[in-house]
């Protein structure tokens, strides 16, 4: 692969540029610097080399930790352990064990090669969906341990998951004490994130999930900033955008909470009951 990008740099790059991008594919994993036939490239060259089937989609990208990295997929260890007749079963669990207070489900898968090389691997699923977190933890220990005994060092995508990846810091990190002293002002941008920055996927989401939250109306919230769709938020406005639906959705549920008070008190008792059990757990 590195000979392939030397002799073929795209763009103009000079024998230094193309060294540096040799440099993190290679020490870091860091595909961001390849262009899209270079990435596609890779990605072929990648299938090749482990025999897989490229139209399965046994890889795909992620931006991590400031760099972009490829992942395994179901199709990648699936495939793996079928054309290196990898034997695996699990050996312990999947069962829920306290960690420092917080509950988790765990798992040990063992494999074992033709050859006889034997590999164990451990996998951990916070408990958080009862109805599949066993089967998550399951899968996730025998792709982990499949990728291992390959000698691939790569992430699956059911560990990505628990990746908590270090992030800049956002509007819910803003205390409920700041909301209450800004009475609906734009907030500046969070520290460390330039104000005029769009938003991430992640933070769309959030938006989406708040504006249905709170039945508000996409269009006039888009309107209400003066922007197409809620891709074109800056990091200011989804600041100040968190504060308010935040705001608005507490307001409704205390409003609600009222009235149910009002008309059912004996099922907002129950209901409070409930809510005070599974805190505890």
Known sequence: MANEITKAPEGGMTAQDVGK?????????????????????????????????????????????GKEVMYATRGATDQLARIHRINRRIVDGPKVMDVAGTKLV????????????????????????????????????KRRVTLSICGLGVLDETELETIHEPRQPTAHDVG?????????????????????AKVSSAQVKLIQ???????????????????MTITDLTQEQYADACLKLDRKQ????????????????????????IEAESRQV
Do not use: W
Not at 39 to 57: K, P, S
Not at 177 to 190: C, D, I, N, S, Y
Not at 254 to 261: F, G, H, L, S
């Open 176 to 196: 409920r004490e700041v909301a209450e002293k800004t009475q609906g002002r734009v907030l500046p941008a969070p520290v460390g994130v330039t104000p005029h």
């Open 209 to 227: 999930g708040l504006l249905g939250n709170t039945n508000s109306d996409p269009v006039k919230f888009c309107r209400a900033y003066q922007i």
């Open 106 to 141: 765990y798992a040990l898968c063992e494999v074992s090669m033709p050859d006889g090389r034997t590999e164990t691997a451990t996998a951990t699923v916070p408990l958080t969906d009862p109805v599949n977190v066993l089967m998550k933890c399951e899968t996730k220990s």
């Open 21 to 65: 991008l040799v440099e993190s594919l290679v020490t870091r994993g860091d595909v961001s610097g390849l262009g899209p036939a270079e990435r596609a490239r890779h990605y072929l060259t990648m299938c090749a080399r482990l025999g897989i089937d490229a139209h399965t989609q046994p890889f795909a990208f992620l931006r991590l930790n």
């Open 250 to 273: 507490r307001e409704q549920a205390a409003e609600a909470r009222k009235r149910m008070a009002e008309e059912d008190p004996a099922g907002l008792a129950e209901r409070e009951a």
